[in-house]
């Protein structure tokens, strides 16, 4: 089954687009999950990453049936060493016992050499003398496209052959991104169109039933006077929309990003679904913020059909 | 003590400008890593692991005196999970024992919050409850510029506040590179172009004795003819040469890169020095094609001067 199309069943599903973004603070973690994690004894690294995993399966529980995805933010794992990149296999498996589509967002980009090496790490496996060593088993990444063409393909390769799928950084969500992203001389197109058409085209082997293909792209929610022109460029590439919430994105302004339909879009939401737990002291909360975000993108979505 | 002081310093101890990049394939060790390894028991990525970290040791105990730094593919250890991590934490240590410059060579780039956390995982520490847990240590890490240059100040300030630096994208050595980093309309600069005074301009503050920046570039080995122009654009940047050997870049043609001094380049190999201990079946053969390289390399930078 192809990436779009199981994207579109958890979506229909769900009757949600909701990403929840889970980018863990050891300096901000829900209290038990704290206290569980400190009762177990161990080194610093160890408690703080099995901290981080307790706070993310209590937020996945609390939030899950209200989302379709869950986008994890690898440099928040990294930092927490070997503990840490166990922990990310952990909160993984507990994304995808929770019926969620795992998204791993490491923005990778490298030689196309080494992209099949991240591919391993990300979505495969890696032969060695001891036996084949899986990788963590995300359904699909992001990617920063700019390596160009055959920096990407490594793992759109990957991806496609286990219906899993890649999000391609085309215009985001930063304050800084507009200098390099759009500024151009007039006459000249800006580098996310580019971006886009790079996306369209390794997309074009990947299509689904719904039309829909496995190379989407990364597009800022705090843009959407950008979106229009992007989706004409994409007509049918998946978007990932970060920026909403915290970083002043509305769901309402999102509409034309759904114009190919409901599955088209994810809306990636993160401090706007965590923090109230965070606030409550309590990962139901979570559930709420999250039920409260679905419920919008559903609204919009559904606007546009 | 700056960063490019401190690298001007190993390079004129050593005569050398040679970066031994280490991008471990489990697949293809040295013998002796791959049986003591096997040896210790325990499950596959724990062995593959071990078996990494032996092999990078190996070949840095043969080269290192030939080299001025190591540079670590991020890649190739992130694949074998949580061991994997470990295994690049250990292989850092057993690098700045042998004298050498570190370089992480993750080519991250994301939001500034998130550039933050993945500069505390490389560079720098994260609080958490449970007390400070350290990163890996790196003096250096590679960065994708795509994002703008609010996503890499953070990597800026946490590498200037320890004599580290970074290493930003310009134009990168896969063939795909071409189509994002060279092609524009007629009229209109590059990207590598913009990337460049980017990079010239992020530092502008981070000058040391020598002249030269915490703020260099990567730049493609195999476009010596691309060269002379970005040394231009960035007069005091150090240079990071990949594609030397395998890829087809050749040191003779890499004079251009060492016009501000000895110390204004490094040349990065990997397979071309670990190559031949592979064939050999011993790490020492690593120090004889290490020290060719080397040679080679001070000869065209000291002919510049």
Chains 1, 2 share one sequence.
């Not at 970060?242 to 309402?252: F, H, L, N, T």
Request: net charge negative; charged share 20%; hydrophobic share 50%.
């Amino acid at each position: 089954m192809s990436f779009a199309d199981r994207l579109a069943a958890v979506v229909a599903e769900r009757q949600s687009q909701i990403a929840l973004g889970l980018d863990p603070d050891p300096a901000r973690l829900l209290p038990e999950a704290v206290s569980q994690a400190g009762a177990a004894g161990g080194e610093p690294p160890e408690r703080a990453a099995r901290a981080v995993a307790l706070h993310c399966r209590a937020v996945i529980e609390a939030a899950a049936p209200a989302c379709a995805a869950v986008k994890l933010q690898l440099a928040c794992f990294e930092r927490l060493g070997g503990p840490g990149w166990e922990a990310l296999a952990d909160v993984c498996v507990a994304a995808r016992a929770a019926g969620l589509i795992v998204i791993a967002d490491g923005k990778r980009g490298d030689v196309p050499h080494t992209a099949a090496a991240y591919a391993q790490a990300l979505m495969g496996s890696t032969p060695t003398p001891f036996g084949d060593v899986p990788g963590l088993g995300a359904d699909a990444v992001t990617l920063n496209p700019l390596l160009g063409r055959d920096a990407l393909e490594p793992f759109v390769t990957a991806a496609r052959a286990r219906g899993g799928g890649v999000f391609v950084l085309v215009r985001t969500s930063n304050d800084g991104a507009a200098e390099i992203q759009d500024d151009a001389p007039e006459g000249a197109p800006p580098l996310r169109d580019r971006l886009a058409r790079l996306v369209d085209e390794l997309g074009a082997a990947g299509a689904g039933e719904s039309g829909l293909t496995d190379v989407g792209a990364v597009v800022a929610a705090t843009e959407p006077a950008l979106l229009s022109g992007l989706r004409e460029e994409m007509p049918r590439a998946v978007f990932l929309l970060p920026g909403v919430g915290a970083q002043g994105g509305r769901a309402e302004l999102l509409g034309p990003a759904f114009a190919p339909g409901p599955a088209a879009a994810l809306i990636a939401a993160s401090r706007s679904i965590v923090d109230p737990a965070l606030e409550a002291g309590a990962a139901e909360a979570a559930r709420t913020a999250a039920e409260a975000l679905r419920a919008a993108a559903w609204e919009v979505s559904s606007a546009r059909a």
